[in-house]
């Protein structure tokens, strides 16, 4: 599952880290007893003992009867902290003489759910409910439970985050319906959406599929970041944290097993390696059966097959910097991806040119036009090998009255696919691969001061270098079907073979270099009033080099023939180099009412690079490829928003955003009429705009009871665009269409997530803990499935409710029994035109219910 051999540092941390550092020997010890507010015990506390100098870490867990003990400690001042979900972190200094047993018996009380929510959105610490951006935090711990272990699986806790994949490199991350065309996969397109984990950009959307290694905190940030971010994103971004290495030695794993042979693995080891070397290595793998089947080949289909390894080397020599090292490799071998026929929609062809006919000439039925029968026949062998990893270097340095960050980063993305592009199992597109290769360079510096009480300020730098290039070559191959697929009927049955054969090789080669200085002022004018302006200066340079060529197919010198052929697939060659600059930024006013009430209206300017097409040019009506459509001009991103955030009550939270956003020259796919185009290609429509409202809460009715919910309503539309592809109804009508004041594909109107959670004391095998219970439901309204909206391609609305029962004991287990789409809802994740233009169109169930188990085990050196 994981054949590659990891870099040499990680075989050393494997090596020494599962069974712990040595600890110094020493005669001390820290002891006590846990108590709530009302004096009774508290069992499974977790008590942290750190020597402040460094060293020594020890983990107890307060026993049955609230009793902790850490043993074996030498003379010094320690740091000593419990901590307990439901109740606030206390934190103790304690000074530890030689022989000495020093008791602190602690009091825990009631945490307040608002407290304690730290993110880094503006690149500092700060709590989540005083910072003025609208934002959604995910803990860890959330994120384990609810079983949202990539992209995707998000989108049901946050309602504004939409994911779209039909394999890993056709993927898309949007936040509020915005980030990157619907669709459409070009690699000359950056991502409106910025994944970073730890720091480091990932700048393929490839990288969205990752399972997610030990997370520690998920936020997601809505609305443009340029001024605070180094890579530009213009619709949001997902801040992605993950658990570092720890001087305290400790071991977790995770083993979940359910319906379709599911099975995942989840452990991380960590501890010292030296007295200021801590090491923390993890592990993820996933495997599950398809949950479709192929009727031909008589094997399931969509199946999972990921393994993930982190590596990380913190260097803490002072509480003035932490140098942190980190490598990872990710690999992926599924049995996909394919979609199901989901039906059949009249266009304005002639009848022989629409797929009832067509199929009938060629005495072909799909084995089922009901696509929740889960079944398809595709002939075309299915590969999605992926591989994915790189390495960076992070340093937190104290400078003077400031800090500076540093991240400095390398990755790579390989991918090496097969797919069945026709979608049924006759041989019309016979080969279907883009294997390729990216890489990437990325170095951002940061620093941040505050210079006086009043005043304070980010100011950073970044620069980023990627390469893509065909791996060797991007190739598609027609087959004997194709002729009666994508020729009249009359040259398909006057010339057999015309098409069978016929193919393509590409050779692309990719570059990109960006580069930025950006910043943020925060000035205090009163104890109510901040004011926070930011600016952005941004640099792209982009070139490619590409070349298509022809091979195969019926060979004739004769011109209508070679017309009929090169109307189907046309050699092309061009070279193009194109760069820019952009000076973007924002200017937010912050008002805090009350201890309780926190305001701000922000209003910001965007910027979405310029674009390359890198998937082949259109042609006009003589077959010439037009050179001006090789670039996509940038998109100029106007946002405004009103937000408040309040803690109406001590264990409420309560936060509404407003927010209209207009974007110019939006990149998408379009059809231009005026330079006589004849095929659809990626360029800019005039004018879209979202606007709407956001809610998110959480209340905390007690210790053992909590909800946690959020809704949006989202109104997104194209407010001009005249040169549109028409929709899948229109297919064999004029070439475009303007659709002005038609929805943006993608889009829910309205969507919302709720859960809560209820635990209360209880047994198992003998062991005291809690028994918890748990749901989770998300709604999602329709939403166009088209970058034209056409009726066919429409998602209904759908609601899917999640569910969970466990017990966690004192000692550091859980057991819990799970269910996704307990209701067992049908739906579809996206539906699709099929090629060939026939009116047959396909889509992409999501997963039926599924039941299983996860055994989760937490372990401490004591």
Do not use: C
């Amino acid at each position: 599952m994981f054949p590659r051999s990891f870099p040499t540092f990680a075989v050393v941390l494997v090596a020494l880290l599962p069974g712990g550092a040595v600890a110094q020997p020493g005669t001390g010890a820290i002891a006590g007893v846990i108590h709530d507010s009302s004096g009774a015990t508290v069992p499974g506390a977790t008590v942290s003992v750190a020597n402040e100098d460094g060293g020594v870490g020890v983990v107890s867990v307060s026993s049955d009867v609230g009793a902790y003990r850490a043993d074996s400690l030498p003379p010094g001042r320690y740091r000593l902290e419990a901590s307990l979900d439901g109740f606030e972190t206390v934190v103790r200094q304690v000074a530890l003489a030689a022989a000495e047993t020093a008791i602190n018996d602690i009091t825990l009380t009631p945490a307040r759910l608002t407290e304690g929510v730290v993110v880094t959105a503006r690149r500092v610490e700060e709590e989540a409910q005083t910072v003025p951006i609208p934002l959604s935090v995910l803990s860890g711990n959330l994120v384990n439970d609810a079983g949202a272990f990539n992209v995707n699986r998000l989108k049901e806790l946050i309602p504004t985050v939409q994911f779209y994949s039909t394999n890993p490199r056709n993927s898309a991350i949007n936040i509020r319906g915005l980030g990157a065309p619907f669709g459409l996969t070009n690699d000359g397109l950056e991502p409106g959406v910025g994944l970073y984990i730890d720091g480091v950009f990932y700048a393929r959307p490839a990288s969205a599929t990752l399972d997610f290694l030990d997370v520690e905190q998920i936020e997601v940030l809505r609305g443009p970041q340029g001024t605070l971010f180094g890579k530009n994103t213009t619709a949001g971004a997902i801040n992605v944290t993950t658990k570092k290495p720890s001087f305290t030695s400790g071991t977790e794993l995770e083993v979940d097993y359910g319906s379709f042979q599911f099975l995942q693995v989840k452990a991380s080891v960590t501890g010292p390696l030296a007295r200021h070397l801590a090491g923390r290595i993890s592990f993820s793998g996933t495997q599950r059966d398809g949950t479709t089947g192929n009727v031909q080949t008589r094997e399931a289909v969509n199946t999972l097959n990921n393994a993930g390894l982190r590596g990380q080397l913190l260097f803490a020599p002072s509480s003035d910097l932490a140098v942190t090292l980190t490598m990872d490799d990710t690999r992926q071998r599924p049995n996909g991806y394919t979609q199901v026929v989901a039906g059949v929609a009249p266009t304005l062809r002639p009848p022989n040119r629409q797929y009832d006919q067509v199929a009938a000439s060629l005495n072909y039925a799909p084995p089922s036009f009901n696509a929740f029968d889960r079944l398809t026949d595709i002939d075309s062998p299915l590969r999605s090998n992926q591989d994915l990893g790189g390495a960076s270097l992070t340093v937190d340095w104290k400078l003077g009255p400031g800090r500076l960050n540093s991240t400095t980063a390398w990755r790579y993305w390989n991918w090496d696919p097969s797919s069945d592009r026709d979608f049924i199992g006759l041989p019309v597109t016979t080969i279907s691969a883009a294997p390729s290769k990216q890489q990437q360079w990325a170095q951002e510096i940061r620093y941040a001061e505050d210079v006086s009480r009043r005043v304070s300020f980010v100011v950073g730098a970044f620069a980023f270098h990627q390469t893509i290039d065909s791996d060797p070559v991007f190739r598609q191959e027609q087959g004997s079907a194709a002729a009666a697929f994508l020729l009249p009927p009359s040259a398909a049955a006057s010339t057999p073979g015309l098409l069978d054969g016929y193919g393509y090789n590409q050779y692309v080669d990719y570059g990109n270099t960006s580069a930025a200085v950006f910043g943020q002022l925060q000035w205090t004018l009163n104890d109510r009033v901040r004011l926070l302006p930011g600016l952005r200066f941004n640099y792209d340079q982009k070139a490619v080099d590409f070349e298509q060529q022809i091979y195969g197919g019926l060979q004739t010198d004769n011109p209508v023939l070679v017309a009929l052929q090169r109307s189907v697939l046309a050699p092309q060659a061009y070279k193009t180099d194109v760069s820019d600059t952009n000076t973007s930024g924002q200017v937010t006013l912050a008002y805090k009412a009350t201890d309780k009430v926190n305001a701000y209206a922000t209003y910001a300017t965007g910027f979405k690079s310029v674009g390359l097409n890198l998937n082949g040019l259109p042609t006009d009506a003589l077959g010439r490829a037009v050179l001006s459509a090789a670039t996509v001009k940038p998109e100029d991103v106007r946002n405004f928003e009103v937000g408040i955030k309040t803690t109406p009550l001590q264990n409420v939270t309560a936060n509404l955003t407003v927010f209209d956003t207009e974007i110019k020259n939006f990149q998408t796919q379009v059809t231009n009429g005026s330079v006589g185009v004849i095929r659809g290609y990626l360029a800019n429509a005039e004018k879209v705009r979202v606007r709407g409202a956001e809610f998110d809460g959480s209340y905390r009715a007690s210790r053992r009871l909590t909800f946690y919910g959020a809704a949006a309503y989202t109104d997104g539309k194209y407010v001009t665009f005249t040169d549109a592809p028409p929709p899948l109804e229109h297919t064999g009508g004029p070439q475009y269409e303007d659709i002005s004041g038609t929805v943006l594909p993608g889009i829910s109107k309205w969507a919302h997530s709720l859960g809560g959670e209820y635990s209360h004391t209880g047994m198992l095998v003998g062991r005291s803990g809690d028994v918890f219970g748990a749901l989770e439901a998300s709604y999602r309204s329709d939403f166009s499935s088209s970058a034209s909206y056409s009726r066919y391609l429409v998602v209904n609305g759908y609601s899917l409710l999640n569910a969970r029962v466990g017990f966690r004991s004192a000692s550091g287990w859980t057991l819990t029994i799970w269910s996704r789409n307990l209701l067992n809802k049908d739906y579809f994740e996206l539906l699709t035109a099929a090629p060939g233009n026939t009116g047959l169109f396909v889509g992409q169930p999501g997963d039926p219910r599924t039941i299983g188990v996860t055994l989760r085990v937490s372990l401490r050196r004591r």
